[in-house]
């Protein structure tokens, strides 16, 4: 039994939690069990020795982290979790620094690691170093972020089979962002009319956006997915290192507030009509992408034009698309799909916990 314990269980966290109780009753339970034992978050904490109940996960906010809970207490949350016999997995779903930085302490007590969280594989690369040294052994702890980079698409899991089978890795490209893959979807098309603050208006009233949309136009989470896939792919790179687009307009990227920025935005629909229009005078779209150039040297984040036949001009809605260019796929070998949301992006959390039930299964 892989017992399963989730830091910062919000909506990932509770989309996971339905789908590890349906899970709980299906037929395929018997060949990979798991159970969840233990929930943090800001305020309460709660560990069991055996598993929560179904119907405590149905209402695990009042059930199992309501006012009778333990004030959350993270080391004392993980030194509990140590202690348990069998495997365990921590399932970190939040977006925090600190949190990740205690990952090697974590794979340092025999404890699993499965996060959709960017930033202990993006940042410093001493801890991405340490973490790939202490998860190194065929026997564990293991450490698996699918989720990082498209959610529930198989991106990390590809690129990983690509590395271990040998083949020569090209060049990364994609949409790894869906927020600006909406943005440019809607409005760099032909024939399509919408101004650009009008379609930043629309995504995020939609959902699609950040509260603040320049945390989406700054490019740094593309930088971060780029970044992550690079060092998979053997590529000693960072986001401080890495050249990143910033299409904010720069007189609005001090504005203090969000509703300032979006009030402002219209002003500057003349500079970004301009770049569309001379993309579609050349038969192409803008897009904005990023790179990981393995044998060029020249990884970007950046907004680039792509000729109406080419695989990312006809992406439609929020969806990512990812193309990875080989020695054996010189023709290059597409993923596509959504890459966010809480039920997609927990799903490739899920995947993960399965990876780790079958790798672990004699130790179960």
């Known amino acids: 039994m892989l017992k399963v314990a989730i830091v910062g269980p919000g909506l990932v966290g509770g989309a996971l939690l339905e789908q590890l109780v349906a899970h709980a009753k299906s037929p395929r339970f018997a060949s990979l069990p798991i159970s969840v034992v233990g929930l943090i ?51 970190d779903c939040t977006a925090s620094d600190s949190v990740a930085s205690q990952y090697p302490s974590w794979l340092s007590k025999g404890l699993h690691i499965v996060t959709p969280n960017k ?86 009233a939609s959902g699609y956006t950040e509260p603040d949309p320049r945390d989406d136009l700054n490019g740094m989470d593309v930088a971060r997915k780029v970044t992550i896939l690079g060092r998979v792919a053997g590529l000693d790179i960072g986001t401080d290192t890495l050249p990143v687009e910033n299409i904010v307009p720069e007189a609005l990227r001090s504005v203090d507030t969000a509703d300032e920025f979006m009030n402002r935005l219209p002003e500057f629909d003349g500079h970004f009509k301009e770049l569309n229009d001379q993309a579609l005078a050349s038969g192409s779209v803008l897009r904005y992408v990023g790179m990981v150039d393995v044998q060029g040297g020249q990884s970007s984040v950046k907004l680039a034009r792509y000729a109406l036949d ?13 193309a990875f260019t080989t020695e054996r796929f010189p023709n290059p070998l597409i993923i596509q799909g959504a890459g966010a949301g809480d039920a997609v992006t927990a799903f490739g959390i899920f995947s993960d916990l399965i990876r780790i039930t079958e790798r672990f299964g004699s130790h179960l």
């Not at 209402?59 to 993980?78: C, E, H, I, R």
């Not at 972020?145 to 890795?169: M, Q």
């Open 119 to 204: 930033k202990a594989f993006s940042n410093d690369y001493a801890l991405y170093h340490k973490i790939k040294e202490l998860s190194s052994s065929p026997k564990g702890p293991s450490v698996y972020h699918e989720a990082t980079v498209g959610a529930g698409l198989p991106v990390l899991s590809t690129l990983n089979d690509l590395v271990r089978t040998g083949d020569k890795i090209v060049k990364i490209e994609g949409i790894f962002s869906g927020t600006l893959s909406y943005l440019f979807n809607n409005f760099s098309v032909p024939g399509a009319a919408s101004k650009f603050s009008e379609c930043v208006s629309v995504a995020k």
């Open 310 to 322: 080419h695989p990312f001009a006809s992406l439609k809605g929020s969806d990512n698309i990812i």
């Open 41 to 91: 978050n800001s305020k309460k904490m709660a560990v069991t020795t055996t598993s929560f109940s179904e119907a405590d996960l149905k209402n695990w906010k009042t059930a199992v982290l309501g006012s009778t809970a333990a004030p959350a207490d993270l080391g004392s949350f993980v030194e509990q979790l140590a202690a348990l016999k069998g495997p365990v997995a921590v399932v």
